[in-house]
């Protein structure tokens, strides 16, 4: 019950005008709070002239966003069509050496960007976990694993590990954690699945073509439809400065309670676009290499539920193999289950880097997790059990949606947390919850549901047409 169950037609379309008008409602706040602070002080690191026609400043204070699609596209294009045309030609001239190379090819292009010490430095990680994973003891490889991941998180490993790049261009930063993290993840995955082998050990070139295909070089910009995307979002910066309006706490306490609200959502709405685009990418060339990627992430304020709560899908792929669905069995022990989420958030926490905003990130989560899984149990119980069995279908929906309404609120502040800051976090929920109240909580909690709604929905035709 909940989603199968269908909703009037008509019913719908007014949860679809209401979402609609409240989006143009917060829009218009945010649009004219940027239009009145374009020139404030402290908006000026950030704030910076735009597209000479559209004669208003720019928003650039997403370093990503800046770095991909501004100042490095010419030569990530550049690289990425490089990478394309030799896998076509591989494809058609030697298709059954292809993940060979592919691998050379990779080898190069981190070679060439990065340094022969670099690439050193990653097959070094790789043989290590290889030879771990010889032994074939599970416990063993993922505790070198996470070792090995800290070793990037944690100083002086990280100053000494980072003295083996060559060059101090730009994207020296970026390459090598983000190069170094997913490369050891994928090392890990490589050295469990081989414990779990019965005949033999998987050969140590087998894990070089595993991990080179996937590195650094799959960011960039993926056809007419991401392209479109980058530019609505370019366009989006010059008439609302989302990014840069929640780091001045000043300004946002004189903001409007709508105003808040807006960018509270508008922000988890563009890190979704953003990684949108980027793990399109990524995507896309991998098809293009016979891979099977990944789906892109989720969008975080199209969630509602924690257990489903999570954005990048191959890490969480990676944690639900690995760590919570192994600890945590059928998932129906209380006990189990917060094992589970401690572990698999215990492992989050290393591959983000621990810091207090990590930290009241997982734990919040975590909590969230386990008190669904609570509420969940308590609700499935008599007599609340037989009062749903009782009830219409459309009636039960309409009645998990209230609930499912705070719970959207929980992910969005969680999330704002990590995304924005914790003082951010903290004058939304309070102008929500306690300064607007009654009339801005209602309406706020009036407008979640009629989204919830919208979701449902969205899922429900999805089931049906699959």
């Known amino acids: 019950m909940g989603i199968k169950a269908a ?42 002239p735009g597209w000479y026609y559209f ?28 990478h394309v045309l030799f896998a076509k030609i591989c494809s058609m001239l030697a298709p059954q ?47 070198t694993g996470l070792c090995t991941l800290a070793t990037f998180k944690c100083e002086p490993f990280v100053s000494w590990q980072a003295g083996f790049v060559e060059g101090d261009f730009e994207l020296r930063h970026v390459l090598f954690y983000g190069g170094c993290g997913f490369t050891i993840m994928r090392c890990m995955s490589f050295a469990l699945e081989n414990c779990e082998r019965k005949d033999g050990n998987y050969n140590i070139l087998e894990l070089v073509v595993f991990i080179i295909p996937w590195e650094m070089w799959n960011i960039s910009v993926h056809g007419l439809i991401h392209l479109g995307v980058v530019i609505i979002v370019d366009v989006l910066f010059h008439f ?28 988890l709405v563009y890190d979704w676009v953003k990684a949108a685009v980027m793990f399109g990418v990524i995507n896309t060339i991998s098809r293009l290499d016979h891979l099977d990627p990944p789906k892109p992430p989720k969008c975080i304020t199209m969630l509602y539920v924690f257990a489903e709560t999570h954005f990048d899908r191959g890490i969480n792929d990676w944690l639900c193999k690995y760590v919570y669905d192994y600890l945590g069995g059928k998932h129906k022990n209380v006990l189990e289950e917060l094992v589970a989420t401690l572990c698999t958030f215990g492992v989050a926490i290393l ?22 899984l609570w509420t969940a149990r308590f609700f499935s119980m008599e007599p609340f059990a037989s009062y749903e069995m009782a009830m219409s279908e459309a009636m039960s929906r309409r009645i998990r949606a ?50 919830i709604q919208v979701i449902k929905e969205r899922e429900r035709t999805q089931r049906l047409a699959s």
């Open 97 to 143: 050496y292809r993940s060979l190379l592919y691998m050379v090819y990779g080898v190069l292009a981190v070679w060439t960007s990065m340094g022969w010490t670099y690439v050193t430095l990653i097959l070094s990680h790789c043989i290590l976990l290889y030879s771990i994973s010889l032994v074939k003891i599970r416990w063993l490889c993922f505790v």
């Open 351 to 372: 591959w983000l880097g621990p810091c207090k905003v990590v930290l009241l990130w997982a734990f919040f989560n975590c909590f969230g997790l386990n008190f669904e």
């Open 402 to 451: 209230i609930f499912n309404t705070f719970n959207f609120w929980s992910i969005v502040l969680y999330n704002v947390l990590a995304l924005n800051s914790l003082d951010f976090a903290k004058l939304v929920a309070k102008r929500v919850l306690l300064k607007g109240f009654p009339v801005t909580t209602i309406i706020a909690m009036f407008v979640t549901y009629c989204l």
């Open 240 to 267: 609302m400065y989302i990014l840069t309006i929640p780091t001045d706490m000043k300004l946002l306490k004189h903001l409007s309670d709508w105003a808040l609200v807006g960018l509270a959502y508008f922000n």
């Open 55 to 82: 004669g208003r400043k720019m928003d650039t204070a997403d370093f990503e966003w800046m770095m991909w699609f501004s100042r490095f596209r010419e030569h990530i294009l550049f690289a990425l069509s490089g």
């Open 7 to 48: 909703l009037p037609k008509y019913e719908i379309y007014f949860y679809n005008v209401v979402l609609c008008l409240a989006m143009f409602w917060a829009a218009s706040w945010i649009f004219e709070v940027s239009s009145s602070n374009a020139n404030r002080r402290t908006f000026k690191p950030s704030v910076k």
